[in-house]
């Protein structure tokens, strides 16, 4: 390499990447890249109008606090730089031109002495070579540097920039300060702090640079590891992408030619339906004109002879001419000829034999649906409706490749399922079970076409229980009730089980009303539940406070220990059989073991000091009755509260005393309310009532119970019967 293309390369090196000229008073930032000063002062104060408060490295894209002021003059410089931009001002001349260091003159310097490391104008590079002491010194002039040269300037010793010490070479390092010094700044400056010889702290922090160096190195050799796999993944990924758009590629030319063969297999389907159809009304049509041109014959014939009006020739054919009419009168004629319905009907465009041709003499345009679709449905009540196929005459048709088919969706847009009975005879009985309220729409086609009407709506309304009967009156004989609470469904037996309080017994009677037995108990009960097993689970009340446990005919089996609850009122028990029961002492909600000897949980309601009455459980939560907050307070798995149901007043979705809770097969929570039964959903939603002549103003309802089959049996504790709803 010449000494021009060392330039070259040292200006390069020395060039700012933001302005690409050569730096002036180079600053270095944090990241190790150095730059003019200002050109990073230009750059924090276009990140300032754009507000912000950093900037980003140009090289790294490392952030940096922009300092107060806006500029970066308190950033160290670079010495490697400036060496460097010294060294470029001694062959690019103009203001960066090097000054001579000998003399007070100010004159450009022209050459250089090795020895005494100083640059020299040519007056006193004169005077150096006429002095004794000087003359045999190394010097070269600058116009004519060479390589090696040029690496000598650039390694030249750092001279101090104090004033009166310029012409000093920083020999010291001040451990202390942390800085290079010369000779007169040890004295001056630093007196009394530890220093080393520069060459001698450099040989330590080298040391201490290399460590660092070979620390990064490593880390280097890991991302670069890194970055092989990263490169590798995306190659990979990138070889995946391409081999499934190949793929993708190779199967859509599959599909097209698998699609254009299947064209070609239907289109001769089509030829031969056309063929065969065309042929038949060709056939008919012959039969029509050789009808047709036999009458005609005839009536050509008899027209000739009337015309002709010989009486001989009438007299002689006449005979004949009437036998032909009366003939071709008798004759049978032949019928049009009705081709079959064609459709094309597309059931799935994205697999393989998604279409089909249907010949039918099935007309969709008069098929119909026999619905009333102003009818409204119940919620879970299963419905039906009849589509009658027909033909071109408007009668009944069956043929077995019509396609029938029928969509219904929720108000939610989801598809509700169905079933299609098919009977055989054109008749197709329809199906379906709505699972919410609300609007539903229903569209039907017939080999791919919409039947006339097609769509229409069904409204869907909630389930309503209905009155059907009432049994009771008050009184001490059999059959009779003081004070009805509680009652109980057995749905094995079909047998209804009644805490009559003021008697102090359980009655057992039929789903009818019909009474069956009773269980005389020997103080009040307000409680009755059947178990998994059948058995009768009563509390009785005000003397003993304990849970008594019958057989269904009423035999005693045990007493369950009143350890765990002091005052049980309303019990339930859980598909798992757990036993749940409200404590009337502690106002807590009281889970025990499918025995009742072990507390399973116990939990009441935060910041409430009513009683709670009637507890029951579904989907993982507690439904819990407190008529004296007029609401239903839930709880979760855990016992935690979650929220009301309810709030004071006798409003719809307002409760003025609720006792009595059951939940029906529909998920909606039933709250005995005073003189009504209200209907919830589990979240909380006013659904619906059951409100009636067939409640008093006097009533009060204290308990309700389900069958399997969806009866609803409610009792009036002031009315002293039973309700049956169905």
Not at 42 to 53: D, V
Not at 195 to 206: E, G, L, N
Not at 211 to 236: G, H, P, S
Not at 632 to 649: H, K, P, Q, R, T
């Amino acid at each position: 390499m010449d000494v021009q293309q060392l330039f070259k390369v040292l200006k390069k090196e020395a060039e700012c990447p933001l302005c690409l000229e050569t730096v002036n008073n180079p600053k270095t930032l944090p990241c190790i890249h150095s730059f003019c000063l200002e050109c990073l002062d230009k750059h924090a104060n276009f990140a300032r109008r754009q507000l912000q408060a950093k900037i980003k490295c140009p090289v790294c894209q490392t952030s940096f606090q922009i300092p107060e002021g806006d500029s970066f003059k308190n950033l160290p410089a670079s010495y490697h730089l400036n060496r460097l931009v010294d060294v470029l001002a001694l062959k690019d001349g103009g203001k960066q031109t090097q000054k001579c260091s000998s003399c007070d003159e100010n004159n450009t310097a022209s050459s250089y002495c090795f020895v005494c490391q100083i640059l020299l104008c040519s007056v006193c590079f004169e005077a150096h070579q006429r002095l004794k002491t000087t003359r045999g010194h190394r010097n070269v002039v600058i116009e004519k540097l060479n390589v090696q040269d040029v690496q000598e300037l650039i390694h030249r010793p750092a001279m101090c920039s104090q004033q009166y010490h310029e012409n000093q070479p920083l020999e010291f390092y001040c451990e202390e300060c942390k800085v290079l010094i010369c000779h007169k700044c040890s004295v001056v400056s630093h007196n009394r702090h530890t220093m080393t010889d520069t060459q001698k702290a450099a040989q330590v922090q080298k040391m201490q640079m290399k460590d660092a160096l070979e620390k990064v190195k490593a880390e280097t050799v890991i991302y670069d590891n890194e970055i092989r796999k990263q490169t590798e993944l995306m190659d990979k990924t990138k070889n995946e992408i391409l081999s499934a758009e190949k793929k993708m590629a190779d199967t859509v030319e599959e599909r097209i030619h698998e699609l254009r063969e299947h064209e070609r297999v239907m289109k001769a389907k089509f030829a031969e339906i056309y063929e065969a159809q065309q042929k038949h009304h060709a056939t008919q049509l012959e039969n029509f004109e050789l009808v047709l041109t036999q009458l005609q014959s005839c009536i050509e014939r008899g027209e000739s002879a009337l015309e002709r009006n010989v009486s001989a020739e009438i007299l002689q054919t006449n005979q004949i001419i009437v036998g032909r009419c009366e003939e071709l009168l008798n004759v049978t004629k032949p019928g049009i000829y009705n081709a079959p319905h064609l459709h094309y009907i597309i059931e799935n465009q994205l697999t393989s034999g998604f279409d089909r041709i249907v010949v039918s003499s099935t007309d969709p345009l008069l098929s119909l649906a026999e619905v009333d679709n102003h009818e409204p449905v119940g919620e879970k009540t299963v419905a039906n409706f009849i589509i009658v196929t027909r033909d071109s005459g408007g009668k009944q048709c069956y043929h077995e490749d019509d396609q029938v088919k029928v969509n219904i969706l929720t108000p939610a847009d989801d598809q509700l399922e169905t079933e299609i009975k098919d009977t055989k005879d054109g008749k197709y009985t329809v199906t379906y079970t709505p699972q919410c309220v609300g609007q539903h729409r229903v569209e039907i086609q017939v080999n791919g076409q919409l039947l006339t009407g097609s769509p229409w709506f069904v409204q869907v309304i909630p389930h309503q229980y209905q009155f059907a009967f009432q049994f009771g009156s008050q009184g001490k004989k059999k059959g009779k009730f003081d004070g009805p609470s509680s009652i109980a469904v057995n749905d094995k037996s079909r047998t209804l089980a009644v805490a009559d309080v003021n008697n102090r017994r359980v009655q057992m009677f039929g789903f009818d009303g019909s009474f069956l037995r009773e269980i005389a108990l020997k103080a009040e009960t307000c409680s009755v539940v059947f178990t998994e097993s059948g058995d009768l689970l009563s509390n009785v009340d005000m003397e003993y406070h304990k849970l008594l446990l019958y057989t269904e005919g009423g035999q005693f089996i045990r007493y369950i220990s009143d350890e765990h609850v002091k005052i049980p009122w309303y019990i339930f028990v859980g598909s798992d059989g757990r036993i749940i029961t409200c404590d009337k002492e502690d106002k807590t909600i009281k889970v025990l073991s499918p025995n009742g000897k072990n507390l399973l949980q116990s939990f009441s309601a935060p910041g409430c000091d009513a009683e709670p009455w009637c507890a029951v459980y579904q989907q993982d939560k507690f439904f819990v009755s407190y008529p004296e907050a007029y609401r239903v307070m839930v709880f979760n798995n855990a016992g935690e509260y979650l929220y009301d149901i309810g709030s004071e007043g006798s409003g719809n979705g307002q409760l003025r005393f609720p006792i009595g809770l059951a939940i029906d097969k529909f998920n909606r929570l039933i709250v005995c309310d005073a003189d009504r039964v209200q209907l919830f959903t589990l979240d909380g939603k006013y659904v619906a009532k059951v409100a009636g002549s067939f409640f008093g103003h006097h009533s009060y309802l204290a308990g309700c119970a389900l069958s399997n089959t969806g009866d609803l049996f409610v009792t009036d504790f002031n009315k002293h019967c039973i309700y049956v709803f169905k």
